[in-house]
């Protein structure tokens, strides 16, 4: 863990940083006494622990994992409140994306030697091959929820991927604003980023909004900046899940569950901003499995504030997109010439 | 020839009790007849009280026999009038109908007409993929790149 000021800090800003989920955890924090933060630091730290000891995938004591070991089963299993909760909002995730978001492709994943990152104390336990792609009960659903008793079964092994880190960025918001109630005043504010997937409330460091560079997952300068004022900006991107096949294709960790083949032709990442980062995640993913033919159509319909990178290296996004981006690479090019 | 005289003896000389009706045989037939007349009418008594009891008793079922008769009177007009109701409803309904038929009629020549279109909009050659032209809808822009507070970098590298 790490703490202080940022450089762009036009006032005192505290900054924390640990890993978690497999990727950085960090949070800044604004206006408030060094004490104040770290108290709040604490409680965020505390509520990704649990969240992660629940949800991950590759922790062999988690719930989740647990749960994956009775895939098939169509007896429930009670789980605790943050599995069961990830499970319902996987599910509704599932309906609303029409299948483009399943957490079921973790048999394609692991059929095309995806093996993840082990992350945390315990050793990773593989979960049983499903029989089948996108397995479901005789009446056709995948998971059924009993949500008096908080029991679950599910019909295949399930990975929460990418909408876990979106929920668990969610509750973690949750409890940062119960520690440190005074988020909601003007002079204080928080950024919580896990991995690349960032969610704000209040104030930054300097006037005006936050600033988030979009990356080049090519590894160029950031081709746009985006403001940030209260909500969620995340990202699927195949810059860093990426390997080759059994049979010597390169494939990235985000398949169509259609096809349980890599998705998003054309595309390296996908960025989305939404009140929720839970939601942001999904429709982040749902979005890049369109590929650079569809993407535009799509993000567009659903009127969200969308920027996608192409394999070329363009940058594209929807007009909500564009109200929020404050600085673009192409425009300060075209400016120096003038 | 001996006289007539002789011969019959007088009328007088007959007994009374031979020609008079007994005594008690009146006696019995009158007290046979009282015992009856009394016997009458205390069954008569008997049968008066009882109807009596029998018509109080049966006085509450009269009271709800007309009061049922009541209902159903009213039960009866209810019915008359959901019938009248149904019938307006039914012919509402129909007019409905007919109303669908016309809207069918206008869809399905609403539907060559597309399927025209479309064929004509297939044989038309446009390009399969086009950009669109730059938004510029920003409220705020800057002409420097300025500096960031984060990335959206998957890796969770640094920016």
Known sequence: ?338 | MPPLAAARPPAAARPLAATRRPIHVVVAVGMTAGLYALSLAGVTALQSATDAQLAADRAPAAGAVAQLKSTHDAMEGSLDRLASAYAKVANGYQAITDGIVGHEQALAALRQQVEAAAGSAAALSVPSFSRLPAVSGSAVTVRSQPVVNACTTASGKPC
């Open chain 1, 1 to 338: 863990m790490t703490a202080g000021p940022l450089d762009v800090a036009a006032q005192p800003a505290a900054r924390f940083e640990r890993r978690a989920m497999g990727s950085p955890l960090r949070l800044t924090v604004v206006g408030v006494p060094d004490a104040r933060a770290a108290d709040a630091w604490a409680a965020v730290s505390a509520a990704i622990e649990e969240i992660e000891q629940s949800l991950s995938r590759f922790r062999a004591t988690s719930d989740l994992v647990a749960l994956n070991t009775r895939a098939g089963d169509p007896t429930s299993a009670i789980v605790d409140p943050w599995l069961y909760a990830a499970l319902a909002a996987a599910e509704r995730a599932w309906r609303r994306t029409d299948g483009a978001f399943d957490p079921r492709v973790i048999g394609d994943l692991e059929r095309l030697g995806y093996a993840g990152a082990a992350v945390g104390s315990g050793e990773a336990r593989p979960e049983p091959a499903p029989s089948s792609r996108l397995s479901v009960f005789p009446d056709g659903r995948w998971l059924h929820r009993d949500p008096r008793r908080r029991g679950v079964a599910i019909a295949s092994p399930i990975d929460l991927g990418g909408i876990g880190k979106g929920l668990a960025l969610r509750w973690a918001l949750a409890r940062l604003t119960t520690a440190l109630p005074e988020l909601g005043e003007p002079a204080v504010g928080a950024l919580l980023e896990a991995g690349g997937d960032l969610v704000a409330r209040g104030v930054a460091p300097q006037p005006g909004p936050w600033l988030i560079g979009v990356e080049d997952p090519e590894g160029g300068p950031e081709p746009a900046v985006v403001a940030l004022e209260a909500g969620a900006v995340c990202t699927s991107s195949i810059s860093v899940h990426a390997w080759l096949a059994p049979d010597g294709r390169r494939v990235h960790h985000l398949l169509d569950p259609r096809t349980g083949e890599p998705g998003g032709d054309g595309l390296v990442a996908v960025t989305v901003a939404a009140p929720d980062p839970a939601w942001s995640e999904v429709w982040s993913k749902a979005l890049f499995l369109e590929g650079q033919r569809g993407i535009g159509p799509r993000a567009r319909s659903l009127g969200l504030a969308a920027w996608w990178m192409r394999t070329d290296g363009t940058l594209e996004m929807t007009p909500a997109a564009r109200e929020r981006t404050v600085w673009l690479a192409a425009d300060g090019e075209a400016e120096a010439r003038c």
